[in-house]
């Protein structure tokens, strides 16, 4: 059982610098993952500056996933060009496939796919790694129906490097008990001493200094130094997002998608070469916060349950390889509303990674409707 | 400090006293709009802005130590872990000068009132369920006791039996509909029974004004001047019927109860819900007394 404590005697900063310190006293090799966001951005800047102050390198690893947003792209160049000679560039530009949850047809999208300059979102950058770092032969993945996947380009990407640590801004505090739960349960031990703020990654390490830092923590310190940051949370903030709904992310997976229904606001241009790049964009442009659509929140008019609405979606899935993953997986749950309802979401989104997975339990609506069956 | 069961000019009076006794410049009241008062120095930040970015980094920016922050009506959500009490805890946690004032310690039950200890406390046990954590902050408590007095309304035969057919009919035809309508829609049918028994010189609170009578009070009214009202039907959320017991200001109210089974539900549901009350004001007794 963990037991959560309070070190009131120094803050958030501080600890975070010790953290990093600790973590350059112990390791040769310190990579930073950035992704253009405020938490990365953050990161970079304090483990950049510890490395200055001690003349040493560390790599920042961009993985470019092509569909992003050009503001993001901006800020990963400023990070990259933050503090020239302690930095080693991994921008990664190199072909892998990425799901697709905008599109029934085009179920994935090739990022950087040879052949396909012309549409390609942006050209590559003159600085970025343009061939893969490891060989075909020693490359692993996780799934070959699915194909060389993002966490496969990590995977292979870690594994270039022995005992290197990882620096990942990924933030508990604020954010969900389960994330904090996941990111401590498994102590890294470094020399002896336990760190709780880690995980085990094969020969490396993944540590997350900013594991105890809150939103207002990271804008108080990019206000404070004066740091660039993406354009997107400027545009969220002028239309009123709320503290939660403000992310810089990928535009086209599960989770994601909604972004798509501001990028013709916030960067038209992006939205117009994603247009042409992929299937899907426009509608889920149009779709994706409607609770009949994406969200899979309300029955669509013409089906009577979410059953019906499940076997429906099945029966007519385009894509036969991806239908018969669904089937299998579907085979195993309960057959009920709670559940079909998620399985149409599945579908709906192509979720055939199962990212956004089914809560299989009995329906509690049918429990409450026995309820009140019996008592009134 | 928590103030429990304060009315408006009390709560106006305090915060007046409040700011001149420690020479308060600047104050800020997060209240939903409904519940406001007017006080000086106090700018009034409406409920559910305060989750916005454009409100909550404008509010860390001028809250400073000698700011005044007031918590007004702010229970509204049985999460301790709502966006808005996070929002409100970074406020509090710039400022000694806090007040927090509710009218009823809890929605529906005890660990509601734990958001106001987390107010109060800031935060030091991390939503923690242990009762004993009330005796770490201050409350000042007027107990607000509502008592029904049950008003028992005969039916008839066929009533009973139209009750039963509406019963199995919106059972049956539920569909995908929140099965909470099965409740809300035979509690309509008992206000037809209690229809005929209604007095023309009292007022009456209900669901909503279906018959169009000129003395029935619905609640989702700002105001209830006309108290006392006698309860037509209470609604299936006790935070609207908390919000008509503070803003109508009355606690003993007669209750009309039809002879059908969804009317003596609703009863029970009720006197449960002021048992709850009860036990979350001799808990505050208890271990306010203890520290």
Same mark, same amino acid.
Request: hydrophobic letters at 35%; proline letters at 3%; glycine letters at 4%.
């Given at each position: 059982m963990f037991i959560q404590r309070y070190d009131n005697t120094k803050n958030v900063l501080d600890a975070a610098r010790e953290r990093i310190s600790f973590l350059f006293d112990a390791f040769e090799t310190i990579i930073v993952s950035v992704s253009g966001g405020k938490d990365s951005t953050v990161l970079a800047h304090l483990t950049l500056s510890e490395a200055h102050a001690r003349g040493r390198k560390v790599g920042l690893f961009f993985l470019d996933e092509e569909v992003v947003y050009e503001s993001t792209i901006r800020q990963i160049e400023y990070l990259m060009d933050l503090f020239p000679d302690c930095i080693s560039r991994y921008w990664l530009q190199i072909e892998f496939a990425l799901t697709n949850a905008t599109s029934a047809t085009e179920t994935q999208l090739i990022c950087w796919e040879a052949g396909k300059h012309k549409i390609w979102m942006r050209?590559?950058?003159?600085?970025?790694?343009?061939?893969?770092?490891?060989?075909? !032969?020693?490359?692993? %993945?996780? +799934? !070959?129906? !699915?194909?060389?996947?993002?966490? +496969? %380009?990590?995977?292979?990407?870690e594994r270039c490097f022995t005992g290197a640590a990882f620096l990942v801004g990924l933030r508990a505090a604020g954010e969900s008990p389960n994330r904090w739960r996941a990111m401590v349960k498994n102590p890294v031990d470094v020399n002896g001493t336990p760190v709780f703020w880690a995980t085990k990654k094969g020969k490396n390490a993944a540590f997350y200094p900013l594991y105890d830092w809150n939103f207002s923590d990271v804008w108080k310190y990019i206000g404070g130094k004066g740091l660039q940051y993406s354009k997107i949370y400027d545009y969220q903030f002028k239309k009123g997002f709320s503290l939660n709904e403000m992310r810089v992310s990928s535009l086209i997976h599960e989770r994601s998608f909604k972004s798509l229904c501001e990028l013709p606001e916030f960067e038209p241009k992006t939205y117009n070469r994603l247009c042409k790049r992929l299937k899907g964009i426009q509608f889920a442009q149009e779709t994706g916060k409607s609770a009949k659509m994406f969200k899979a929140r309300k029955l669509p008019k013409n089906f009577k349950s979410w059953v019906t609405y499940r076997d429906f979606l099945l029966r007519t899935h385009p894509d036969t390889k991806h239908k018969t993953i669904f089937e299998k997986r579907f085979l195993r749950h309960l057959d009920n509303e709670f559940v079909a309802r998620q399985q149409c979401r599945q579908l709906i989104l192509n979720d055939y990674e199962n990212n956004l997975p089914v809560d299989? !339990?009995? +329906?509690?609506?049918e429990e409450l409707i026995r309820y009140y069956e019996e008592v009134l | 400090?928590? $103030?429990?069961?304060?009315?408006?000019?009390?709560?106006?009076?305090?915060?007046?006293? $409040? /700011?001149? @006794?420690?020479?308060?410049?600047?104050?800020?009241?997060l209240t939903p709009a409904k519940f406001a008062i007017e006080c000086p120095v106090v700018e009034i930040i409406e409920y559910s802005s305060i989750i916005m970015?454009?409100?909550? $980094?404008?509010?860390?920016? @001028?809250?400073?130590? #000698?700011?005044? /922050?007031?918590?007004?009506?702010?229970?509204?959500t049985q999460n301790r872990n709502d966006l808005t009490y996070n929002c409100i805890r970074h406020f509090l946690a710039q400022t000694s000068h806090q007040l927090i004032f509710q009218y009823l310690p809890i929605i529906d039950g005890f660990n509601d009132f734990l958001s106001l200890v987390d107010f109060d406390t800031h935060s030091r046990w991390k939503r923690e369920t242990n009762q004993?954590?009330?005796?770490?902050?201050?409350?000042?408590?007027?107990?607000?006791?509502?008592?029904f007095n049950r008003v028992d309304i005969g039916? #008839?035969? #066929?009533?009973? *039996? *139209?009750? @039963?057919? @509406? &019963?199995? &009919? =919106?059972?049956?035809?539920?569909?995908?509909?929140?099965?909470?309508?099965?409740?809300r829609n =035979? $509690?309509?049918?008992?206000?037809?029974? &209690?229809?005929?028994?209604?007095? *023309?010189?009292?007022?009456?609170?209900?669901?909503n004004n279906r018959f169009k009578l000129s003395s029935f009070q619905t609640f989702r009214e700002n105001k209830y001047p006309n108290a006392p009202y006698a309860v037509f039907e209470v609604c299936h959320n006790f935070i609207d019927f908390s919000d008509f017991l503070f803003l109508s200001g009355q606690s003993i109210f007669d209750f009309l109860v039809a002879g059908l089974k969804i009317d003596e539900w609703y009863f029970q549901r009720c006197l449960k819900w002021i048992e709850e009350l009860k036990r979350v004001y001799s808990a505050i007794r208890q271990y306010q007394k203890r520290s």
């Open positions: 050209s590559k950058n003159a600085c970025s790694i343009q061939h893969r770092m490891w060989s075909e !032969k020693e490359q692993t %993945v996780r +799934d !070959k129906n !699915k194909g060389f996947g993002f966490y +496969d %380009v990590i995977e292979n990407f299989n !339990k009995p +329906d509690p609506r | 400090m928590i $103030y429990l069961g304060l009315a408006n000019n009390e709560k106006q009076a305090m915060v007046a006293e $409040y /700011v001149r @006794e420690r020479g308060i410049k600047k104050a800020f009241m970015y454009k409100t909550f $980094y404008r509010l860390l920016q @001028e809250i400073d130590g #000698s700011t005044l /922050v007031v918590i007004n009506e702010c229970l509204r004993t954590i009330i005796e770490e902050a201050s409350i000042v408590c007027a107990e607000v006791a509502p008592i039916v #008839s035969d #066929s009533e009973i *039996s *139209s009750y @039963e057919n @509406e &019963k199995a &009919k =919106l059972i049956k035809n539920i569909g995908l509909k929140d099965p909470h309508t099965i409740p =035979l $509690y309509l049918i008992s206000g037809k029974a &209690k229809l005929q028994h209604i007095r *023309s010189d009292r007022w009456y609170i209900g669901r």
